[in-house]
């Protein structure tokens, strides 16, 4: 993975290759407090701009299933101060008109255990055209989610077999502000 550093007369920006096609952005402020902006995924231009990830399926009935899974890395170590989201998918379901699907967003300290940004979001007779739900706001560190580098999922399922389908927008983001160490 290649780091690359932006000089300019605005605090120092350090872009770092996830080598995945993605991008991760820290700026550094004050000396010991970073900002750092992590986008959940990214490939070539587009001619309208917008991109999603591949879709992912659901299988037996009432079961987690991860849609996306990423870690957010930008290879300065530290504690937590607060995370900003700003995060859309897409669900639908694959063929029936009856098929309640429900997703959730959750974070953890890398490799650590899941903590839920939002309860399910219940989406009854979702139905077979796409319908795109956006998560954003403030999430204040708390037990099991306090470190940098950490970890973002969005899971989801359904209540009929092999019938949720999800993908995840391009233009998502997590944002972190932290304490180096």
Known sequence: MADTTFRSTLPPLKARDN???TY????VLKGFLVEYIHRLFGSSLTSDGIQWSDEVDT??????????????EPGIDGTLLLLEFGV??????VSSATA??????????????????HDYVTEPNIGTTYVERTRSGYFMPQT???EVPFDVRLVMQCNEANEGRAKVKNSGYIRATYRAE
Not at 24 to 27: G, H, I, K, Q
Not at 88 to 93: E, I, V, W
Not at 106 to 116: E, I, L, M
């Open 19 to 21: 080598g995945d096609g």
């Open 144 to 146: 099991n989610i306090t």
């Open 24 to 27: 991760s952005v820290a700026t």
């Open 59 to 72: 299988g037996d009935a009432d079961v987690d299933v991860v849609v996306l899974e990423t870690t957010c």
């Open 100 to 117: 309640d699907l429900k997703f959730k967003w959750q974070v953890r300290n890398k490799d650590g255990t899941w903590v839920d940004l």
């Open 88 to 93: 859309t998918a897409a669900f639908k379901a």
